[in-house]
């Protein structure tokens, strides 16, 4: 058996139908939903993750590919996880080569928990130093989750105290109709002003009437009470 089969077998053991049922509803899979037609195996991130501890170096990128094309949500994930994996332990020109493959790979890295464990920690790691504009073609992009990876890449840099295009990002998203968009923006906001709170506060007085809703509660769900309180009801 090659690798790759032994992987997904190893998956298949640790699935659970029960919580597959459960996973489904949770990432919304319905029609019409933003998971729309998504297929779990009902396997544990924590499970996923010693799966890729086992397997990482065993399977190669086309492997790894081959994996991310999969119907099961899971071992997308797992593929992703491998990616990132195999991203922290390489030279510069390999992770080029996998930031590359990360981007032509989008249209499978649909669901949220699919850009979030990912995006920082390539996309974003491998052009904290570089130029930013592939971010700014993402957000732009008629795909939702193009456009989560743009703003959630820029983790890694608020990480590094560089807030800039998390603020422009944020603009260019502001209108954004998506609630998963939404929450990402202000979750991002929030991370700002956990660094730079005065950073968030001149953003928020530009903008605050005009943010969704959700947006406006992440990005000051951190604040006290009162000064909450005041934002939601100037609205």
Do not use: C
């Amino acid at each position: 058996m090659d690798m790759l089969s032994e992987l997904k077998k190893d998956m298949k053991e640790k699935s659970d139908n029960e919580r597959a049922k459960n996973l489904s509803r949770f990432f919304k899979t319905g029609r019409g939903e933003y998971g729309e037609g998504d297929i779990f195996l009902g396997i544990t991130v924590p499970n996923q993750r010693n799966i890729v501890k086992k397997y990482w170096e065993k399977i190669n990128l086309k492997e790894t590919e081959e994996l991310l094309k999969s119907k099961f949500h899971e071992e997308r994930l797992t593929a992703l996880l491998i990616l990132v994996k195999k991203y922290s332990k390489s030279d510069e020109k390999e992770k080029e080569e996998i930031f590359n493959f990360y981007l032509s790979n989008t249209k499978y890295i649909n669901n949220w928990d699919l850009v979030d464990l990912s995006a920082p920690n390539i996309i974003g790691n491998f052009i904290l130093n570089k130029n930013h504009d592939i971010l700014y073609k993402l957000a732009k992009s008629e795909n939702l989750w193009e456009k989560r990876i743009s703003i959630i890449s820029t983790a890694t840099f608020i990480r590094s105290n560089q807030f800039e295009d998390t603020i422009k990002i944020s603009e260019i998203l502001l209108n954004e109709k998506h609630d998963l968009i939404h929450k990402a923006v202000g979750w991002m906001l929030r991370e700002i002003g956990k660094r730079n709170k005065s950073k968030l506060e001149k953003f928020l007085k530009k903008y605050h009437k005009k943010m969704p809703r959700t947006m406006l509660r992440y990005a000051i769900e951190k604040f006290p009470e009162n000064e909450r309180k005041g934002y939601l009801n100037k609205v």
